[in-house]
């Protein structure tokens, strides 16, 4: 008859099997546990690429300045991605970065992306980035103000000022003596009818990449003046005006003056010349007598009187 094992020895392996069945078992559900917890996935776009070439360099002709990231992990980490916090950042060997002029190429990893998030990224769309190292520099340069849109009709600028008139312009120095002149973004003009402050901000031009401006923000002073025609208005009659119960019969001459308004063009083409009236004025006048009297002129509001011919009138009382 066969040697029988121990009871003892039965039960152990007996128990052993027990523990592998349930080791296998747990591994499983870990694995499962695991695989869900860093099974989700979502696609950042538009993160930033950043190039650190080193002290006193800069980069310029990037070809690409932003990419998307594909993460993976759990759905907390995922919740966490934040594109203003998240960055592409290359850090350009000192070897490599010595070499000005030269066209470099890296190829985009995740290690070269920084996040706060926990979650992993797994893939880089375009998964590399080519750029040239050159010396900075730096240059003052003009500020000038950049409008869109025009004030309303019968409204022009009168003059524009910037300050500070200058900034400082650091950027590639290959570039930089082209760079005659940094606008500010876009002021808009329509409906300003008064003149204005408002702060903008100075921007280089998009062809000149890696630049940077100090200050970046100026303040603008923009003087709106109302664009004035002008019209004529030629022999308008002269009124004497006297007192009731005074003075007898009163030749005037001339008798009628060429007037001279100012204002806005709409106005002045609508204007009823006679709503114009031009008079002299007196108190007393004795018979027989001759007076220089001046013209005074009455116009309605929205214009202004610019000229009288002749100023003044002469006034012969009869006896």
């Known amino acids: 008859m066969a040697d029988r094992?121990?009871?003892?020895?039965?039960?152990?392996?007996?128990?052993?099997?027990?523990?592998?069945?349930?080791?296998?078992?747990?591994?499983?559900?870990?694995?499962?546990?695991?695989?869900?917890?860093?099974?989700?996935?979502?696609?950042?776009?538009?993160?930033?690429?950043v190039v650190r070439p080193g002290e006193?360099?800069?980069?310029?002709?990037?070809?690409?300045?932003?990419?998307?990231?594909?993460?993976?992990?759990?759905?907390?980490d995922l919740a966490q991605l934040d594109a203003e916090r998240t960055r592409i950042q290359v850090d350009v060997p000192s070897a490599a970065a010595s070499e000005r002029g030269a066209r470099l190429s890296v190829k985009l990893r995740p290690v070269h992306v920084k996040s706060p998030s926990g979650a992993i990224a797994v893939r880089i769309e375009p998964d590399e980035v080519a750029f040239s190292i050159d010396r900075e520099g730096e240059r003052q340069v003009p500020v000038k103000a950049e409008f869109q849109d025009a004030p309303p009709e019968g409204y022009e600028i009168g003059g524009v000022t910037c300050m500070p008139a200058t900034v400082l312009l650091k950027g590639p120095l290959s570039k930089l003596?082209?760079?005659?002149?940094?606008?500010?973004?876009?002021?808009?003009l329509q409906g300003r009818v008064q003149s204005f402050r408002v702060r903008a901000s100075a921007v280089p031009a998009a062809a000149f990449s890696g630049a940077r401006v100090d200050p970046d923000r100026v303040t603008i002073e923009v003087g709106i003046v109302e664009h004035a025609a002008v019209r004529r208005l030629a022999s308008v009659p002269v009124r004497l005006l006297v007192r009731a119960g005074g003075t007898g019969e009163v030749d005037v001459e001339p008798e009628t003056v060429h007037i001279?308004?100012?204002?806005?063009?709409?106005?002045?083409?609508?204007?009823?010349?006679a709503m114009v009236h031009a008079f002299a004025e007196t108190v007393a006048l004795d018979r027989g007598a001759v007076y220089e009297l001046p013209v005074q002129v009455y116009v309605p509001p929205g214009v202004r009187l610019l000229s009288v011919e002749p100023s003044s009138v002469r006034a012969t009382v009869k006896k």
């Open 5 to 49: 094992l121990p009871a003892s020895d039965a039960r152990e392996r007996r128990a052993n099997r027990w523990l592998a069945v349930l080791s296998l078992v747990l591994a499983v559900i870990v694995w499962y546990a695991i695989r869900e917890a860093i099974s989700f996935e979502t696609v950042l776009r538009d993160v930033p690429i």
């Open 177 to 188: 003596q082209d760079v005659d002149v940094v606008r500010t973004l876009p002021i808009d």
């Open 56 to 76: 006193g360099l800069t980069v310029l002709e990037l070809s690409h300045d932003t990419a998307d990231i594909r993460f993976r992990g759990a759905r907390s």
């Open 260 to 273: 001279q308004l100012q204002g806005r063009a709409a106005s002045l083409e609508t204007l009823d010349p």
